[in-house]
């Protein structure tokens, strides 16, 4: 019956839409866009709050961990209850927190926890793609002329000039999702998607040494730099990518790094 009773529904909602002339037609679908919009800004704005509150929460544990860090050492013991108790409730969080915000920016909140977990760091992009030496940053993210079209353009990514077959890392764990082979574009290329909604790529290779589908280590040798697509010479583009949004990876090459010499200097 209910069957019945929703195709007769639906043939007359049907016969009702078929009789509106152009107008009622044309405000029906405006109604329809204005409503979707309204949703849609209701959703981003509900998610925006709930990261702000998050990254509250978030300045608000890494004030407690410096205090607690900075205690005398005869309250050493009542320090480490209250450490342990910090560091569980903020992971409790930091997954979801991690999922949700859109860029480096926000982690500055997190670096006192990562001193206490730097193993999470393997599976952010948190370092650079090459070796030490013999390269240079040639390119940033942001609007430049492009060097083949002569166009204004955004650049999405960051170019590492470098000489050819210089060894590529992963900067982060995950699983490799796309290798293409192109005369054009970013021409040799490898994606790999990582945990926490982030993605990097790896553009203009001339050799690539992992598979489709195969598990990377943060810092595993993945390719080496080349020319391919289109380049006027040897370089890397590398990419990074949060919840499908490319975003600079300039705060990331160092994160890691930074980390653990603060760890060392203690």
């Known amino acids: 019956m209910a069957m019945v009773f929703n195709k007769k529904g639906l043939k ?14 044309r405000y029906l679908i405006f109604l329809i866009v204005a ?20 990254m509250v929460a978030m300045d608000r544990y890494d004030l407690s961990l410096k205090e607690n860090s900075g205690n005398a050492p005869m309250d ?16 409790e969080r930091i997954v979801k927190y991690l999922f949700q915000i859109p860029d480096y920016t ?3 909140s997190l670096e006192t926890y990562f001193r206490y977990s730097p193993g ?8 650079t793609p090459l070796e ?10 942001g609007y430049r002329v492009h060097p083949i ?10 170019d590492f000039a470098a000489p050819k077959d210089k060894q590529v890392y992963a900067t982060a764990s995950g699983t490799v999702v796309s290798i293409v082979r192109s005369k054009t574009g970013y021409g040799t290329h490898i994606i790999i998607r990582h945990r926490f909604g982030f993605r990097t790529l790896y553009g203009h290779l001339t050799k690539i040494l992992v598979g489709k589908e195969q598990f990377v280590q943060q810092h595993e040798l993945i390719g080496t730099v080349g020319s391919s697509g289109d380049s006027t010479g040897c370089h890397l583009h590398y990419e990074v990518s949060k919840n499908g ?18 760890l060392i200097e203690r």
């Open 12 to 25: 007359r909602i049907l016969g009702h839409l078929m009789s509106l002339g152009k107008k009622e037609v």
């Open 35 to 54: 409503l979707t919009v309204l949703l849609l800004g209701k959703a981003f704005s509900m998610m925006e709050e709930d990261i702000g509150e998050q």
């Open 76 to 91: 050493s013991m009542v320090s480490e209850r209250e450490r342990e108790r910090l560091l569980f409730e903020i992971e």
């Open 106 to 108: 926000y982690m500055s």
């Open 120 to 127: 999470l760091l393997d599976e952010i992009p948190s370092c």
């Open 132 to 141: 030490k030496g013999d390269y240079r940053l040639s390119s940033a993210f």
């Open 149 to 158: 079209s002569g166009k204004r353009k955004k650049h999405m990514g960051l």
């Open 245 to 262: 949004e490319k975003i600079d990876p300039i705060p990331s090459l160092d994160l890691k790094r930074k980390i653990i010499l603060e």
